[in-house]
């Protein structure tokens, strides 16, 4: 196993004059460009004072620009902390304080919106060494605790050129000088915007994400200035690992799209850059299919051919070419599909035109890969066999029959959750395993099936993971409410509402006012929640919730 960065070094010192990453419809770096970026938060980084294994955080949309800077954190060997850009500023500040940041860097959405709370740099600068903030466009400074990064910023071109007197070159740059540590932490992942009392930070080291980028070298055929079209968040490690790290340490281009990708501007962007494979989650390719490929197969005479052997080639070769095509007919890898269980009808179309796809599995903890197979040998339904070199075990008598807890061990997990040992010992088996909270099976070629989940997390169809206990804990507060519980509904937050109807009418209050207040008081608290997080609607309820022996709300009951 080589160390990661070895390989991101290479790449650059390889494609130097190579365009590596750009702004869709707008700006491009090359490798080269990439370097002088990183050479600059460098040069800051070191004035700031900022040693091995420091923490930066991270807190912006997806951006070339996101790409510079994360792998200026990486190959200064500090840990990286990035945030989705959809945590609440107040969120951020007190996570990143938690974690001990010593520096954010921050796009201008993120700090107009901490801008409207200054508390919140009080917070921040209230961290041992905290140096300031960075803005991630332009590498200005926004924040300057130890007073010498605006000086350092305005000479930065005279730092640069005394640093590399005969310019920067593919020859004076060097990412890995000497070997690094592959225990060692790369990165923090937080798997929540809360608060530090309920959020989890993933510590994930060296290994995790080097035995993640080996696997994508064996089974994903990559070409020295292919693309990549990224939608995928790249805080969020399936979008970070094979939509940044992968493509950039192969030699490829990637593209990154802005913004929220509706079907329209996703396929404009898909034929325009001709990616040699696209990284999704179900609920983009549901929405393509529910906008463009389920229309024609439910008119006739397409709704017959379709169930007449043989003549059901005919339609079925002319949406998968249309589909091709709406992909920009660049595809040798295909779509990689994960994050969530794919609609089977969707799926089942996808197969039947020999469409080429693939589901694949894995969590934050493991960096995040867990399964994947190839397009040519995967199984309808499944989501590939182990990623090698991780082993996978399913905790029941039969693994083949009988669903048990999916459980997983190897480099690629990680070293726990950051200053929380109950949780890290709560995470593990006492033989050393990772529970994943998922449950499944194998079939007898050891293709994983996800049947369910054993843990209570909400997985949205975008791929984000909602903890229900922190909105309830917010509801449970609100006034005349006695309980609550929080369910995923068809791409839907639910809130189920057990009301004080006794209490209210006790206070004059009739039914239907409680009923309405309630509805109101808990949509408020959607001001408070992530986007992906936000409840969709409420079901105010008489009747407490069936419960075990233990008072624990028998949550399977109202899935």
């Given at each position: ?11 650059v010192?390889k ?49 070339a ?97 005394a ?32 608060t530090?009392a309920?959020?989890?930070?993933v ?41 940044v ?8 281009h990637?593209?990154?799209m802005?913004g ?26 549901e ?56 609609n ?14 693939v ?43 009988v ?13 726990g ?28 070629k ?6 369910g ?15 229900p ?36 009418q ?14 109101e ?39």
């Amino acid at each position: 196993m080589r160390h990661f960065i070895s390989y991101f070094n290479d790449s650059v010192k390889k494609h130097w004059d190579l365009p590596a990453v750009t702004n869709f419809g707008k700006e491009t770096y090359t490798y080269g460009q990439m370097a002088e970026g990183m050479e600059k938060y460098h040069i800051l980084f070191e004035e700031a004072g900022i040693k091995k294994g420091d923490k930066i955080a991270i807190y912006a949309r997806n951006s070339a620009e996101w790409c510079i800077a994360y792998f200026a954190t990486l190959t200064y060997d500090a840990v990286t902390v990035p945030f989705l850009p959809d945590f609440l500023p107040a969120a951020v500040a007190e996570l990143a304080s938690f974690s001990e940041c010593k520096m954010l860097i921050i796009d201008d959405v993120a700090f107009n919106a901490m801008n409207a709370t200054p508390e919140l740099y009080e917070q921040l600068e209230k961290t041992k060494n905290f140096a300031g903030v960075l803005n991630i466009k332009d590498i200005s400074v926004l924040r300057d605790t130890t007073g010498k990064l605006a000086k350092v910023h305005e000479n930065m071109n005279d730092l640069l050129s005394a640093r590399h007197p005969k310019g920067l070159t593919s020859k004076s740059i060097n990412y890995y000088k000497e070997e690094r540590d592959m225990n060692a932490p790369v990165e923090i992942s937080f798997t929540s915007g809360t608060t530090s009392a309920t959020s989890k930070g993933v510590v994930l080291p060296a290994r995790s994400l080097s035995v993640n980028l080996e696997f994508g070298f064996r089974e994903i055929p990559t070409c020295v200035g292919g693309h990549i079209f990224a939608i995928l968040p790249m805080a969020h490690m399936f979008g970070q690992t094979f939509d940044v790290i992968f493509p950039l340490a192969s030699g490829c281009h990637v593209h990154v799209m802005p913004g929220k990708p509706t079907p329209a501007r996703l396929l404009g962007g898909l034929a325009a850059v001709k990616p040699f494979m696209f990284l999704t989650v179900p609920m983009v390719i549901e929405k393509i299919f529910k906008s463009k490929v389920f229309p024609a197969t439910r008119t006739f005479p397409a709704k017959l051919l379709l169930k007449i052997p043989g003549l059901d080639r005919i339609v079925l070769n002319k949406i998968r070419k249309s589909l091709l095509s709406a992909f920009g007919n660049g595809f040798t890898t295909g779509l990689i599909i994960g994050g969530a269980a794919l609609n089977r009808e969707v799926e089942d179309l996808l197969k039947r035109m020999k469409f080429p796809y693939v589901v694949g599995y894995g969590m934050t903890e493991c960096g995040p890969l867990i399964s994947y197979r190839d397009k040519s040998e995967y199984v309808k339904y499944s989501c590939g066999t182990n990623a090698h070199p991780i082993e996978i075990r399913i905790d029941s008598a039969n693994p083949r029959r009988v669903l048990g807890e999916i459980q997983v061990k190897g480099d690629a997990v990680m070293l726990g959750y950051y200053n929380n040992e109950e949780a890290t010992k709560a995470a593990f088996t006492s033989d050393g395993w990772l529970r994943t909270g998922d449950m499944g099976v194998f079939d007898n070629k050891a293709n994983l099936f996800i049947k369910g989940r054993c843990k209570n997390m909400i997985l949205t169809g975008s791929g984000q993971n909602i903890y229900p206990e922190e909105i309830e804990d917010k509801i449970n507060n609100l006034p005349y409410v006695v309980e609550s519980l929080v369910v995923g509904r068809k791409n839907a937050v639910v809130a189920l509402v057990v009301a004080d109807f006794d209490g209210a009418q006790k206070a004059g209050i009739s039914d239907e006012e409680l009923q309405k207040m309630v509805d109101e008081n808990v949509l408020a608290l959607n001001a408070e929640l992530a986007a992906y997080s936000k409840i969709g609607y409420t079901e105010i309820r008489r009747e407490a919730f069936e419960k075990t022996p233990k008072q624990s709300i028998k949550r399977f009951m109202y899935s």
